[in-house]
């Protein structure tokens, strides 16, 4: 028995390496607020910073669940592995998690106003659509 090697498009590494960049920004992004915490709350309105100071440990451990699993996922992506889609699949539910804090429990928009909900809503956007990618690149064969 032998199997067939199925290359990918083009279109799949270029996907692949802006997803990582994507991602690797959420991780720069939980990095920040990890180690520099006080400069980003300085920067802050005092509303926006109290908001900040407040995000509760559940909540960060979310952020970081997302941003890591999502870059894990990026790489495994890139190394054409199947398990990229589960992991892309944790860092969507660690995002969302994350948001239902953000936006409903400590409602953001009160202290950011109508903005608050863009990066949410292009985050969940973007992991859903990752999510399908990776299921096509399954099914396509691109992944093993």
């Known amino acids: 028995m032998t199997s067939t090697v199925v290359k990918p498009p083009a279109r799949f590494w270029v ?9 690797l920004v959420g991780v720069f992004n939980y990095l920040n607020l990890a180690f520099n915490k006080t400069a980003v709350v300085e920067a802050l309105t ?10 509760p440990a559940w909540a960060t451990a979310a952020f970081a669940i997302a941003v890591f699993s999502g870059a894990l996922a990026s790489i495994a992506l890139l190394l054409r592995k199947k398990w990229a889609k589960p992991l892309f699949v944790l860092s969507l539910v660690a995002a969302v998690l994350q948001f239902i804090n953000w936006l409903f429990l400590q409602n953001a928009a009160e202290a950011f106003g109508p903005q608050a909900y863009v990066t949410p809503a292009l985050v969940v956007a973007i992991g859903a659509f990752l999510i399908f990618f990776a299921q096509k690149g399954i099914q396509k064969g691109w992944l093993r």
């Not at 005092?46 to 995000?55: D, H, R, V």
């Open 15 to 23: 996907v692949g390496i802006i997803t990582l960049l994507w991602n």
């Open 46 to 55: 005092e509303e926006q910073g109290e908001l900040f100071t407040s995000i």
